[in-house]
Structures are given as structure tokens and as C-alpha cells.
DNA sequence: GGCCGCGTTTGACAAAAGTCGAAGACACCT
DNA sequence: AGGTGTCTTCGACTTTTGTCAAACGCGGCC
């Protein structure tokens, strides 16, 4: 494929996502100039925690995880990254190496555009830079409930909270990827006890599982169980 | 005091917070109309998590913390703040309610501005765009941080890594507020659990306990504690 | 159909964290 | 100097979480 292709494909798929939505041609053109395709297999490594910032990522297609690893090989998850979003942005903006490892969960593509084009792109765009704002306070607030969740809620809290809250109607749908050890890196447990935790819910009637769908059968018990308030 | 009293102040010290040293001599002045001086005596509570967003918060004088708590009264400290920062800014950025509770340490003041002024002032102030967007991404990286420490480390890592990272020198200082309970609340515990972590490093010969300054003893023991790697 | 691999389920056990109750130490106030 | 309240320390105990090892079930592949 040339590289006129590519760019055409990049300048056909960027501004349809939110982030850059309130960018003028000319700046779109732009960045489409300056975004790099990239492909992944499931498990492939996408950015490493650590190594100097890649860039912003923008995701074309298949989803991706962003984690942290203890030495032991524990994962915590700290994101789940779908078509559209955007990640790796707290290295670009803060100016440092890449804050999380990001993994593909299953085969996908991404844009790359390069830190210094988005940092340019900051000056002079206020719709821009109000998503960028709005997005990363975003974060703080997600990454402020997930503290409160570890330190203050039990697994079996987390996981109903977890529950009620990406069910839409009465139940969740689960992504090939979403295994029940991706659910647990996501709690910031292990296997086993989020397993439990599971069906100690579905013993007390709260929760239905099947193949590949939780269905939630009452919504009360759970929110008790989730400790809101 | 008068009015204009009162600005005059808030002129006089809004130049010096870093947040703000962007912003030119008409910006700055309308800022210091629009702000507002508070007092707060020790364990007033500044902000309460969930209210409608009150503004942003500089801090002129005193210490304050930024937690969440548990129904049963548990506390995690997200953050302390001292003279020249600024807090709530995420429930201003991201359009929400308080995104924590604030409390006061000790007897302190700050300068609270509405979050219009602020928002506005986003557009076509370049410096004062990379301030607060840094800002935000250091709080996200900060944020992780404790995410992946409540996660994957024990309370005695924990410790040890908040020894090592604000030990300047070989001692650390403790502030009058900065007692045992608060240490725990930052590290995501309880009190006795806390103790107990820092008895066993001083049994080990890694740190010294004194009244108002904890002294490390081997740096390199307390990097192996810590997990760090 | 039978084998294989991944994901799930289970049990027994170990370790870490949290709770309760109480006593000691220290700093501050009068 | 004495008393009071906060901060610290300790012991015994419970609960929650994590580890290890093994079996089970289901779907895809030869």
C-alpha cells in the first residue's frame, strides 16, 4: 500500500473520533499527515511502561488493555481501550515515558501520531484542547474511584459495583476477550477469589451466568452489596 | 476589610502560584476579582465529595488533604496539598460534582475562584492550557501510582517506597499533622497495621523512629522492601 | 470420535490486612 | 506539677485475600 493510501485512510477515519472532532480541515490534514498505522495480534505488546513516550494512540479497531505488572507478575488493569478512544495521552502531556503497558486483547489496529504534532496541535485549538482537558480529568476521576474501590471495598463490593455498572437493561455482555482472569486483573484481584465472589452472588439469587452473558436479577441486592452510600 | 482590600491581596499572591505564572498582567487581574478568600480552622471541611463543583482551589496558607471515605467511616487519602497548589480542579475540568472530600490539616487559608473564570480563561491562554494539562496528567500518573501500589504491594513496600520518595537527605520531617493514622490513610491502611509495617523496618535496622523525624538507615534495604523493579 | 487447550471450578492452606480492647507515652494546658 | 487528650504501641483474634494443585467442561481441530 502507498503512502498517499494510508493517508487517505487516516484523513477518512480520524475525524469521526470524539477527541478530534472539533479540529478544522487544515489540522486534520495535518495530523492525518502524521499518524502511522499499526497492526497487533492478540497479546502483542502495543507500548511498554517505561520506555520513552511513543505517542498518542488512537484505536481503529479491537480492543486493548493498559496495565500495570508487579514483579511477581500480578496485573492490575487501569484501562480497557475500545474503537474511537484514545491512549498513552498522560505520557504525551505530562512529558513522560509511557505511564502503563498496553496489550492487545485480540487482533486490532491503532493510529500513532507523535507527541510533538499533538503538543503543537494544543496551541491555537480550544475545542481540541477542551477534550483533551475533559478527557484526562476524566481519568482522574476513574482512576480515583478505582482507588477507593481497592482500599475501601471488598472483591465482592467491586465486582457488584462492577456489574450494575456496564450492565445496560439487565445484563452484560461479555466480549470473547473478557475472561473471568480479565475481570479479576480489572478488580485487582486474582482468579480464584473473583471466581468465588461470582458465584457467591449467583448462590443468593442476585446474578445469572451463562456463556457468555451475566444477567442480573436483582439490581437491590446488588447495589446492598455494592456499599453505595 | 474592604473589597478591594481583599483583591488587593489576592493580586498580590496569585502571580507566585505556579498554576497561574502563565498568565498576563489583564488575565491576572481578572482572576483576582473574581476570587474569593477562605479560612478554615483544623478539620473544617473545605469541600464535600459529590456537592456541585464550588470552583478552584489555591492554597495560600496551611495544609489539606483530598479523601474519599467508606460508609464505615475508613478513610484514603488521594492527595495532600500545601501552600501554592491548587485542588478541585478535576470537578472543574470535567463539568462534575466535588470529585473528593477536602479537609483542613491544620489552620489554613485559600483563594477560591468560579469555575466560569477558569474555563474561560482555557481559551487563548497557551501557558495556562499546558499548566492545567500537565497538571491533570501528573495527577493521573500519580493516581496510577497508588493504584498499582493498593494492588500489587504489600503496606510494608508501600511504606518503604513512601520513605525513600520523600526522604530528602537521610531524614524526613514530619509535619505536626502528619501523624501515623494520616500515614495510614495515605498508604491505604489502618493505624496499627501501618505501626506495625514501621516497627518491623526499624527492628530490620532500615530507618530510625524519632519524635518529630524518621531517619534512614540503609537505603538499599529499603529499595529491596520496596519492590522496586 | 477423540485429543488438546483454554477457561472455569473446587479444596485445602498460607499470608496479609483489619478489628477490638487496652495500656503506655507524650505534649499541651491550666 | 498535675491532668487531660491525643498519639502510639501491643496482644489476641477474625476476616479477607492470595497461593498451590488438581479436576472439570466445552469448543475447535485433526
New binding site residues.
Given amino acids: 500500500m502507498s503512502n498517499a493510501d494510508v493517508t487517505g485512510q487516516a484523513r477518512n477515519a480520524l475525524p469521526s473520533v470524539p477527541y478530534f472532532s472539533g479540529l478544522d480541515a487544515t489540522s486534520l490534514e495535518a495530523v492525518a499527515q502524521a499518524a502511522v498505522r499499526r497492526e497487533y495480534k492478540k497479546d502483542e505488546v502495543v507500548s511498554l511502561r517505561g520506555e520513552p513516550c511513543s505517542g498518542l494512540y488512537v484505536v481503529e479497531k479491537g480492543w486493548f488493555k493498559a496495565v500495570r505488572i508487579s514483579p511477581?507478575g500480578?496485573e492490575q488493569a487501569l484501562r480497557f481501550v475500545g474503537p474511537g478512544e484514545v491512549f498513552n495521552e498522560v505520557g504525551v502531556f505530562a512529558g513522560t515515558s509511557n505511564p502503563a503497558t498496553v496489550v492487545a486483547l485480540e487482533r486490532g489496529s491503532v493510529w500513532l501520531i507523535h507527541e510533538d504534532t499533538m503538543l503543537q496541535l494544543l496551541d491555537g485549538h480550544p475545542r481540541l484542547v477542551r477534550s483533551v482537558v475533559e478527557d484526562l480529568a476524566r481519568r482522574v476521576l476513574h482512576l480515583a474511584s478505582l482507588v477507593e474501590d481497592l482500599?475501601l471495598?471488598?472483591?465482592?463490593a467491586r465486582l457488584a459495583r462492577l456489574l450494575l455498572e456496564r450492565a445496560d437493561e439487565a445484563a452484560l455482555n461479555r466480549r470473547r476477550w473478557a475472561?473471568?482472569?480479565e475481570m479479576a486483573a480489572r478488580l485487582?484481584?486474582?482468579?480464584?477469589?473473583l471466581?468465588?465472589?461470582?458465584?457467591r452472588l449467583v448462590d443468593e439469587g442476585l446474578i445469572e451466568?451463562e456463556?457468555h452473558q451475566i444477567r442480573i436479577l436483582d439490581r437491590k441486592g446488588l447495589r446492598a452489596k455494592a456499599m453505595i452510600e
Avoid at 153 to 156: K, N
Wanted: net charge positive; proline share 0%; glycine share 4%.
Fill in positions: 511477581e500480578r482500599s471495598r471488598t472483591v465482592e475472561t473471568q482472569a485487582g484481584t486474582v482468579l480464584e477469589v471466581n468465588r465472589a461470582l458465584h451466568v456463556r
